[in-house]
Structures are given as structure tokens and as C-alpha cells.
């Protein structure tokens, strides 16, 4: 909901502070269109506000020990008055908050009857009146998804957190003498000493196909994301600055299978769809938005309410088209439907845009279908739009967690359960028994024997040219899985908390945010989280079905032929539909042919440009990694790296 950027230095030297943090300001003005503020802390521990960050540069300042702005798209208490930086009547407290708070008004009852008076209506205030009772134990106090920086002059302490699950997000720098923090990581990168460096491990990973596999890696070397379910806190009467060091608030490993928790689906929902603006929500044909609009369809008959907003991005292609799902969908929940329809033509022309929201190159062509989503919910007036992300990873939704799970009873020699499941996934899915076999049994059992799960290796990459000693190399590889005794609860806790989730977070934040619209996820509510990781893996997958829990709960709300659909279409390159040869042949030919190709050790360019040509020419089929060497060359072009 709004976007952060902060500058620490404690040596007094901010001349170059101001200019750079106007860089950052103005690299985050999608962010938040509906108000701004920047404010100094000087030696003397002494703040001064701002209206607008250029008004901060044109002062004479004392020496600083902080500069920070903010930009702010209003979601509750609309009036100027909630404008950010929020600012304690004894000006001894700022905090600057993207996100929302979703149990901030009973979180401000409970403090009002403890003496604290309010000036506003805002969640930032109730984070400001919890911090001041309560310390740095309010983060466990709050539902919700936030990044939140609070400067308390009376302790001469900066503190920071971000929300459990790292939905909104918090990137910081150490450079040099300075300590960088705003909530996209090319804000910070553009005004590192020395100017962006690609980081290397990151890239590289993209090259070769995966998806990130380190949720403390950006794209961009030393600019890393706070972790989720942390705070932190700098203290301003030193003489130099460190690396923060980082506290737990909150650790999903403390919620393995059959610890006891309990919250349903519709209090989420209902959390979540409050807002003092025009709230809508995504929706496909598949169960995960579905249901999340079925719920609020249910709340809004209660309250009284408008009925529910929906968008919807449909193809030209109907082998593709979830079109009469959507439909039936809308119709059952009486959703005001509107409805995109992208041709591949649509696509290409955004791929530009979307690189610049993102940030980033591109790994899959449902980011450009995501971010005309977004952009459509702008136009029909959602500020706040609900997204069903997240559930496939903690409910295990994909064929992928089917697998894991045949062959975790395979190696538990439960023989008769796997060939029940292979019978129930044949069933359910309209195979035979030995096609469900080879594809759930025989071929993950032949990826676990030759290399797991790691994806081709490619001539043109060389990772021998890669600094295996390098802490981004470390960073990126170190994943903690929890302690649940099941594999698969093991595989869903690496990628929600490590892989899947921050990267599907990531996208959808930026995507969202580059329309001025705040993303939430009904899912991710912590104790929806919670819950999912206190049942035992049966509850997840079983008996031909994924997302059971999910699947148990539809049966009373979604339509008769949204639940009985098994072909849940998934937007994918496609060469056949995205003609990446012929019509784009020469820009994939360009792509391969990037000057910056021969100035990365880890790329071996004349064989690239090779790959690329052999695609090109029909003598091989790999038109993901064609997709990614050219989106990766729009990245290097449009951020001039």
C-alpha cells in the first residue's frame, strides 16, 4: 500500500544522502499516488517532517543520522491527517507502514481502554500506540502483512519488521557507511556506491530454469530482503553502521503436523475484505479465487453489502480459456464480472512493461497475464484486490505434491496404499492405471535416481565460473526444512517459507503495485498457515485429490461443473500460441546476440548464440529458456546494466 525509503548514516555526512533518497522516492512513485511525506533525524536526535522529499533536499539540514520518505496509497482513514509519516504528539515516534493491519480495530479498542487516545482511524497510528505499549513484542500482536520502520527518539533506536509470511516487502543495503532500506530492491541498487551489479547467483539460477530457491536473494548484489517474521533494531548513537541482525518473532517449524490450532477460511476473507475503498478480487476458473469469492459473496448478504467485484483474464485461444468457469462462478456468487481476453499479441506488447515492474527478466509468461489482471482492476476502480496465491503450497495443490507423496509411501514400502493412489489419481483424472504409474511413479523414480529434481544443464552456462565460496552462492542454497516427519510437509515448508511462496509473493506485489493496487491473500493469513502446517500430510493429498481440506469445504459453495473440472488450465509459453519462432525470430536472434553476454564469467556466449539458433531452426524445443535469455536481455537493456 505504500513504498519506503530510508538512508542511515551515523558519520554526518548526508550530503549525498538527500539526492540519493529523491533517487529512491521517485523510483517508488507507483507505489503510492495518493500522498507523500520525508522526514531527518539529525545528531541531536531531533526530527524534522517533511511535505515532499524535494522540500527535504532544498533544507540546511544539521548532520543527519537519517533521511526517509514515503509514499502512501490510502486504504483506511482517507483524510490527510493518516498521511505518513506518522508522527507521535511528542514527536519522540515515526512510522512509516506499507501494508495493512487487519485487526487493527480491535487491536485499538484494546489499547484506547488502556488510556491511549487516537487521532486518527488509520492501522499506522495502532501500530505506533502498540509499539509505545508494548515494544518490540507488538509484531506478535498484529494480523496482517506488513514492512513497517519506526524511529523512536526516546529509546535513539530504529526498528523494523516485516509481516510473518513476507508478503509485503522490505529490502536493506549495507554501502559502505550507509544502510539502505526501501521496498524495491532497484530503488536501492540505482544508488549503491559504484552504481547496480547483477547478482550473480540469482541470475544465474534464472538462466538455468529454476524458479528462486532463496527467499534472501535479490537480483542485484548486496541488496537483500529482510526476512519475513523478523524485527530488527539500529541503534543511532554509535559511531558506525553494521548489517541489521535480525530477531524471530514467529517460526513456522513450531507448527509441525498435529499441533493443535484452529481458524476457518471465512474469517480470513472476512478480515480481508475491509477497506475503506473499492475492494475486488481475481478470479479464475479454478477453486482457490473461486472460493474466495464465494466466501465474501456470503459475507457481503450478511452486512449487507455490495456484492463481490471480480476480474478475470480470458484468451483468444479456447483450448486455453477458462471462460466457462469464470462464468458460472460469477453467476453463483452475483459478482459484478469483468472479464480481459489477451491474444498472444497482447502478450508480447507488454513484456517491456511488465520487465520494468518487475524489476527483473521474466520466467514464465503468466506474470504479463497477472500484470493486465492488475491493471484491469485499476480501471474498474479496485484499490484493493483479494488474490487466491498461496494455497497450492500449503494445501499442496500441484501435481508436483502428488507425486512426492506416491513416492514417499513408496519408501515407506506402503505398496498397497501407493497402488490405491495410482488407482484414485487414474479415476479422477480420467487415465489409465499405467499412465497414472509412469508419470506419478516410474519417472519421478528415474529424476530421484539420476539428479532429483534439478532441471537440463545447458552448454552456454558454465557454473564452474561461479564463486562457489561467495555468500550469495551459501545464502542461496541453505534451506531449512522444518522438523514434520513427512516429506511432503518437509517439500510444502521449504517452498512457502523459501521458494514458491516469497517468489509468488514477489510477482504479485509488483505487479499489483506498478497500478497502484494493494494485493492481499486470503490463504496467507498466518493462521490459515498455521493450521495447514498442523495437519498431517493425508489432510493435504490423498485418494486422487489435492487440497482436500479445500476440496471438503467447495463441495457446499462452488458450481457442479467447477468442481467436477479436471483440466485446470495454467497460462504457459507455448510455442504454438506464442510464436517465438517466425513472427519473433528476430528478436530472440537479438536477444542471444546482447553485448553483455560476453561480460558475464558464468555465460559462454558463442554457445548461446548457437542455442538460440538451434531453436530458431526446429533442431530443438526448449522455448522456456529461449523465453528467459530474451526477457533477461530487455532486463540488461531497460535498467542499463
Known sequence: MCGISAILRLDGDAAMDLVDLDRMHRAQRHRGPDGQGAFT??????????????????????????????????????????????????RCCWVMLNGAIYNFRELAAELAAAGHVFRTSSDTEVVMAAYRRWGTSCFEHFNGMWAILIVDLERKVVVGSRDRIGIK????????????????????????????????????????????????????????????????????RGDRLAAPVFQSYWRLADYPADSAHSISFKSSVASQSLADVKVGSLLSGGFDSSMIVMLWAELAAARGSQRPDTVSIVWDDPAMSERPNIEANAAK??????????????????????????????????????????????????IVVMDGNGLDEVQAGLPLYETEMVLERLLNL??????????????????????????????????????????????????????????????????????????????????????????????????????????????????????CFSLPASYKVGFGLRKRLLHAVAKEYLPRSVLESRDKRRFVLMSNWMPLRGEHSAAMRDASRHPNWTKLPYVVAPKLHAFVDDYLSGRHGDGYAVWRIFTAARWLDLFAL
Not at 46 to 72: I, N, Q, T, Y
Not at 426 to 448: E, G
Not at 497 to 511: C, E, G
Open 41 to 90: 533525524i539529525d545528531r541531536r536526535f531531533e526530527g524534522r517532517r517533511f511535505e515532499r522529499v524535494p522540500a527535504l533536499c532544498d533544507d540546511e539540514p544539521a548532520e543527519l543520522s537519517m533521511v526517509a520518505a514515503v509514499r502512501r496509497l490510502r486504504i483506511s482513514d482517507m483524510r490527510p491527517e493518516a498521511d505518513q509519516p506518522l508522527v507521535s504528539t511528542d
Open 414 to 531: 506402503q505398496f498397497f496404499d501407493v497402488a490405491r493412489e495410482l488407482r484414485c489419481i487414474a479415476r479422477n483424472y480420467d487415465r489409465s492405471y499405467h499412465s497414472a504409474a509412469r508419470s506419478y511413479l516410474v519417472a519421478p523414480i528415474i529424476r530421484h535416481l539420476r539428479r532429483g529434481r534439478l532441471l537440463p544443464t545447458y552448454s552456454w552456462l558454465d557454473e564452474r565460473a561461479c564463486k562457489k565460496s561467495d555468500p550469495d552462492w551459501i545464502a542461496g542454497r541453505t534451506l531449512e526444512s522444518g522438523r514434520d516427519p513427512s516429506r511432503l510437509n518437509r517439500m510444502l515448508y521449504r517452498e512457502t517459507r523459501h521458494t514458491n511462496v516469497p517468489a509468488v509473493l514477489m510477482y504479485s506485489d509488483r505487479n499489483a503495485m506498478a497500478h497502484s493496487v494493494e494485493a492481499r491473500f486470503p490463504y496467507l493469513d498466518h493462521r490459515i498457515v498455521e493450521l
Open 333 to 382: 456468487a452475483g459478482a459484478n464480472s469483468h472479464l480481459l481476453q489477451l491474444s498472444p499479441r497482447d502478450v508480447w506488447m507488454g513484456v517491456d512493461a511488465v520487465v520494468r515492474a518487475q524489476g527483473q527478466p521474466l520466467l514464465g509468461q503468466e506474470l504479463i497475464a497477472q500484470y493486465h489482471v492488475y491493471q484491469l482492476a485499476r480501471q474498474e476502480g479496485d
Open 169 to 236: 516487502p522490505f529490502y536493506y543495503a549495507l554501502d559502505g557507511a550507509r544502510l539502505l532500506f526501501a521496498s524495491e530492491p532497484w530503488a536501492i541498487a540505482q544508488v549503491q556506491t559504484g552504481g547496480p551489479v547483477i547478482g550473480a547467483t540469482r541470475f544465474f539460477e534464472f538462466l538455468s530454469g529454476y524458479p528462486p530457491q532463496s527467499a534472501a536473494l535479490s537480483f542485484f548484489r548486496g541488496v537483500h530482503p529482510v526476512p519475513a517474521a523478523t524485527w530488527f533494531q539500529i541503534d543511532l
